[in-house]
């Protein structure tokens, strides 16, 4: 089933069809066949056995591009077992499937494609934040767009589709009995509360703006939303600026299942710790100009003030 499913993607012309060796349709003595010196000699398709000529004219053209190694019988016998209907509307070969160039990840690609499915929150993020669905899409690429760590990619997602177990969820099903924010201990405890709403994450995000996002160049003329803070901002050069976000959401997640109260020097320690370890591993990759792209307004202001 997968295969016939790549092949409606790759080849909507059905080339395979024409292929002469292997081919399931074309046999000899009840079997399919592959000359190795035929192929060798790029007659690969039924088109390549020159059909509007006859035998003894194709076969002399052939030898005389070089074929050895065979004789009339054999040629005229491979002709003769190809059926008529893959003789004639041949299609145009300009575009071949190099099934070469295709890796593992090209057909897991085919293969998720047939099966990809809208995300069960996607109409609740269009209807919360007012996007429409190229926005909504644009919103669960970010997490991989800028942030390497797959744990911070999972959270992300975990955000988007609310699927995090706060204190309100975890109620509801009987694994704690007070639903309250861990931070405030007093409104409940909402995905929503507890990454933007309740007091200590409000001025957490306030003195991240006031410290260190309005000092990034693309930046300086905005504020943070809450719908740059849940989704993310959708601006030109916002890179940085959505990876500092989703780092900070992290942050603050950590903090909640620790009990602890956020800090932005500790968050400042992290961030500078992640600036470090990107710096050593793009530079392993020999990526360095991708690592100053990302991180440029950083160094000019946060780094240079320190």
Same mark, same amino acid.
């Given at each position: 089933?997968?295969?016939?499913?790549?092949?409606?993607?790759?080849?909507?012309?059905?080339?395979?069809?024409?292929?002469?060796?292997?081919?399931?349709?074309?046999?000899?003595?009840?079997?399919?066949?592959?000359?190795?010196?035929?192929?060798?000699?790029?007659?690969?398709? +039924? &088109? !390549?056995? %020159?059909?509007?000529?006859?035998? @003894?004219?194709?076969? #002399?053209?052939?030898?005389?591009?070089? *074929? $050895?190694?065979?004789?009339?019988?054999?040629?005229?016998?491979?002709?003769?077992?190809?059926?008529?209907?893959?003789?004639?509307?041949?299609?145009?070969?300009?575009?071949?499937?190099?099934?070469?160039?295709?890796?593992?990840?090209?057909?897991?690609?085919?293969?998720?494609?047939?099966?990809?499915?809208?995300?069960?929150?996607?109409?609740?993020?269009?209807?919360?934040?007012?996007?429409?669905?190229?926005?909504?899409?644009?919103?669960?690429?970010?997490?991989?767009?800028?942030?390497?760590?797959?744990?911070?990619?999972?959270?992300?997602?975990?955000?988007?589709?609310?699927?995090?177990? +706060? &204190? !309100?969820? %975890?109620?509801?099903?009987?694994? @704690?009995?007070?639903? #309250?924010?861990?931070?405030?201990?007093? *409104? $409940?405890?909402?995905?929503?509360?507890?990454?933007?709403?309740?007091?200590?994450?409000?001025?957490?995000?306030?003195?991240?703006?006031?410290?260190?996002?309005?000092?990034?160049?693309?930046?300086?003329?905005?504020?943070?939303?809450?719908?740059?803070?849940?989704?993310?901002?959708?601006?030109?050069?916002?890179?940085?600026?959505?990876?500092?976000?989703?780092?900070?959401?992290?942050?603050?997640?950590?903090?909640?299942?620790?009990?602890?109260?956020?800090?932005?020097?500790?968050?400042?320690?992290?961030?500078?710790?992640?600036?470090?370890?990107?710096?050593?591993?793009?530079?392993?990759?020999?990526?360095?100009? %991708?690592?100053?792209?990302?991180?440029?307004?950083?160094?000019?202001?946060?780094?240079?003030?320190?």
């Amino acid at each position: 089933m997968w295969r016939s499913n790549i092949r409606e993607i790759v080849d909507p012309n059905n080339v395979y069809k024409y292929v002469i060796w292997n081919n399931k349709e074309i046999k000899i003595d009840g079997k399919s066949v592959f000359y190795k010196h035929y192929f060798n000699m790029n007659i690969k398709y +039924t &088109n !390549d056995l %020159l059909f509007d000529k006859s035998n @003894i004219e194709s076969f #002399n053209v052939l030898r005389s591009e070089g *074929l $050895t190694r065979s004789n009339f019988l054999v040629w005229g016998g491979l002709r003769q077992s190809i059926p008529l209907k893959l003789r004639v509307n041949i299609p145009n070969f300009k575009v071949i499937l190099d099934l070469e160039s295709l890796k593992c990840h090209d057909y897991y690609c085919f293969l998720i494609k047939q099966k990809l499915e809208k995300p069960s929150k996607w109409v609740k993020l269009n209807n919360e934040f007012s996007l429409d669905d190229k926005q909504v899409s644009e919103a669960f690429l970010l997490p991989v767009k800028v942030a390497n760590k797959l744990y911070l990619r999972s959270f992300q997602y975990k955000v988007l589709n609310s699927v995090l177990f +706060t &204190n !309100d969820r %975890l109620c509801k099903i009987g694994y @704690i009995s007070n639903p #309250n924010c861990t931070f405030c201990h007093q *409104l $409940t405890e909402t995905i929503s509360h507890i990454l933007f709403g309740c007091s200590f994450s409000n001025s957490f995000w306030h003195e991240v703006n006031e410290k260190i996002l309005s000092k990034i160049k693309s930046c300086r003329s905005l504020s943070l939303t809450y719908c740059d803070a849940i989704v993310g901002s959708f601006e030109e050069e916002m890179d940085l600026f959505n990876y500092i976000v989703i780092l900070g959401k992290s942050f603050l997640w950590t903090c909640r299942c620790k009990e602890i109260l956020p800090s932005l020097n500790h968050f400042l320690r992290i961030l500078a710790t992640k600036y470090e370890t990107e710096k050593h591993i793009y530079f392993k990759l020999n990526k360095m100009n %991708l690592f100053k792209e990302k991180w440029k307004f950083f160094e000019e202001t946060i780094l240079s003030n320190n």
